[in-house]
């Protein structure tokens, strides 16, 4: 089997993802080719080699549909000889799509591919496309179907987390992305985005708030609490945990991961690829993805990783630093509780909480956060998960080159 190697990963600012956000103006089309163009103008390397760009993209209609991958790859002005495919797994869309893209490079089958994301949540809401998961009765029904936020408080109050361990977590989550902005440490990887004019739009991730505090999210009230007591899915989900008495309800606006808009990239080959000047940075050693019980929903992560360390021939004490998505502060405690994870190496530079989750891009940012940590610091291994609506959770290990 051939290795997969990460020549580059790029990705725009986050903006917040409502009318008025940073990002707000920019057309899902046109945030798509801010990473893609990067990618081709600052590598010394011939487009025509990559087979194709696969996007991940969780509300693929609208602006955002008809497979914006490949008319994303075209308008970004690539060779037309590189196809592109949309994909989603819901939240790991964007990681997915790596790990798609490295399984063609691993299997012989291309030499180069990109693999990234795009969401505009504040044009295309959350949502949009629908689906019989949560919108057909019967199935609803039948997979005892709760919204996120719900299961997330599901896994707070099965395991035993506090709303003060959750708020905790996302005000140390606020503290070290600012300290990140404030140290350039994302300066590798962002490219702002700009208008027609090179005027730039955003240049930052709009979300940041460093000053936030343990009482300042004190004052913020449960966002699931109405939606599970009046609209019955607390009760939905104690059918699926009998065990549970009642719903303790600790997740809020502040706790939890932004609504942002956000495009992603990351340039994948063989090592044949590279040359004078264009090198690889790190080895895509596994991934995986795994199912996990949908109500709860939120679980996959710990047991991708896990399955994805086997079949690298590593163990969790082998990784130098970790990346999970901050979905909700709960699922963050439970990944490094089941991991018996030292939180001094998870999130070292904050997580969606602070930055926001572009949906379709989030695990592309992800993977190239981390690999630009683990060359800050000089470290080899790191994981990257993320978990998944519908119970699931996707990991990738990567090692330094």
């Known amino acids: 089997m051939t290795d997969a190697f990460i020549y580059d990963a790029v990705r725009t600012p986050r903006g917040r993802g409502k009318d008025g956000g940073g990002l707000n103006s920019v057309a899902p089309i046109d945030l798509a080719t801010v990473p893609l163009r990067a990618l081709r103008d600052r590598n010394d390397f011939d487009f025509s080699k990559v087979e194709d760009v696969i996007l991940g993209c969780v509300e693929p209609v609208g602006e955002q549909g008809g497979n914006i991958a490949r008319i994303a790859a075209l308008y970004a002005g690539l060779p037309e000889s590189v196809a592109g495919v949309q994909v989603n797994r819901f939240c790991a869309s964007g990681l997915e799509a790596v790990n798609m893209a490295a399984a063609k490079v691993m299997a012989g089958m291309a030499d180069a591919a990109v693999g990234g994301g795009v969401e505009s949540m504040s044009r295309v809401p959350m949502g949009s496309a629908s689906g019989p998961w949560a919108t057909n009765p019967q199935v609803s029904a039948a997979l005892k179907f709760v919204p996120q936020g719900i299961s997330a408080d599901i896994i707070a109050t099965l395991f035993g987390y506090s709303r003060e361990a959750c708020d905790s977590l996302a005000v140390e989550s606020q503290r070290r992305a600012a300290a990140a902005w404030a140290d350039n440490r994302f300066a590798r990887s962002i490219v702002p985005v ?92 596994s991934f995986a993805s795994v199912g996990s019980e949908p109500t709860i929903m939120l679980t996959g992560p710990a047991e991708a990783a896990r399955i994805a360390l086997e079949k690298a021939g590593l163990a969790a004490g082998d990784v130098d630093l970790w990346e999970i998505n901050e979905a909700f502060s709960s699922v963050v405690l439970r990944f490094t509780e089941v991991l018996c994870l030292d939180m001094g190496i998870v999130n070292v530079n904050g997580g ?47 090692e330094r080159v």
């Open 194 to 285: 700009t208008d027609r004019n090179g005027l730039t739009v955003l240049g930052y991730d709009e979300t940041i708030r460093g000053d936030a505090t343990l009482e300042s999210l004190g004052k913020l009230k449960p966002s699931f609490q109405t939606m599970g007591e009046q609209f019955g899915f607390d009760a939905v989900a104690m059918q699926r945990y009998p065990q549970l008495e009642s719903i303790t309800h600790v997740h809020h606006a502040g706790n939890s991961s932004g609504i942002v808009d956000g495009a992603a990239a990351v340039l994948i080959g063989t090592r044949e690829l590279g040359g004078d000047g264009f090198r690889p940075r790190a080895r895509i050693r």
């Open 352 to 398: 969606a909480i602070a930055m926001g989750h572009p949906l379709g891009a989030t695990g592309a940012m992800i993977l190239g956060t981390l690999l630009d940590e683990l060359e800050r610091r000089d470290l080899s291994v790191g994981c990257a998960a993320l978990c998944v609506g519908a119970g699931m959770g996707t990991a990738t290990v990567i």
